[in-house]
Antibody
Framework: QVQLVQSGGEVKKPGASVKVSCKAS????????ITWVRQAPGQGLEWMGWIGPNNGETNYADTVQGRVTMTTDTSTSTAYMELRSLRSDDTAFYYC??????????????WGQGTLVTVSS | QPVLTQPPSLSGAQGQRVTISCTGSSSNIGAGYGVQWYQQLPGTAPKLLIS???DRPSGVPDRFSASKSGTSASLAISGLQAEDEADYYC???????????FGGGTKLTVL
């Protein structure tokens, strides 16, 4: 079955960086993109960006553009999301999701369990 | 800034039918981009409920259905059950943003 398993929770200080991993299994990693979504405590879902499976093409939301880098390691079917210059309002659950879109974000049919990133001094 | 607008909350009695609306604009729903719906049970990751306007993944009961007209979409849940109590989000692509977009979410309470 399709599974996306994310790395564990992180606590970071303001200004630091965090890198969250998402290991995929149960499907051909090269046939789907990966989208990253975050959810601040008690708030709604925010789409952060998408990465394609083949040439590393990315599409980032304006709200995190310049601070985020999404990458994949096709040899291990793992996606990564690095967020830099962390602020307190970056405190959120971060989810990876399998994206049906190969040329850009489309929709997200399987989700990781989420990774809580806490930014606090 | 493009938005998808949902009612923040909704409630219905068990067995009742409820509808959750999602209002967009000409750069997203109105441009013909597909609308998806996700269900998020308390303390869990979101789950795809409906894709491509009204396609249900296997395992999703046919009590859930969706429709789209103009710049709006809606999710209907018939025969409400206690287990349907959750947050529901619509999602689409926006050409102005050149990216994806979620609605603000609707908290459904089953009475």
């Amino acid at each position: 079955q399709v599974q996306l398993v994310q790395s564990g929770g992180e606590v970071k200080k303001p200004g630091a960086s965090v890198k969250v991993s998402c290991k995929a299994s149960g499907y051909n990693f090269m046939n789907y993109g990966i989208t990253w979504v975050r959810q601040a405590p008690g708030q709604g879902l925010e789409w952060m960006g998408w990465i394609g499976p083949n040439n590393g093409e990315t599409n980032y939301a304006d709200t995190v553009q310049g601070r985020v880098t999404m990458t994949t390691d096709t040899s291990t079917s793992t996606a990564y999301m690095e967020l830099r210059s962390l602020r307190s309002d970056d405190t959120a659950f971060y989810y990876c999701a399998r994206d049906k879109g190969l040329g850009g974000p489309l929709y997200f049919d399987s989700w990781g369990q989420g990774t809580l990133v806490t930014v606090s001094s | 800034q493009p938005v998808l607008t949902q009612p923040p909350s909704l409630s219905g009695a068990q067995g009742q039918r409820v509808t959750i609306s999602c209002t967009g604009s000409s750069s997203n729903i109105g441009a013909g981009y597909g609308v998806q719906w996700y269900q998020q049970l308390p303390g869990t990751a979101p789950k795809l409920l409906i894709s491509g306007d009204n396609d249900r993944p296997s395992g999703v009961p046919d009590r859930f259905s969706a429709s789209k007209s103009g710049t709006s979409a809606s999710l209907a849940i018939s025969g409400l059950q206690a287990e349907d109590e959750a947050d529901y989000y619509c999602q689409s692509y926006d050409s102005g943003l050149s990216g994806s977009l979620f609605g603000g979410g609707t908290k459904l309470t089953v009475l």
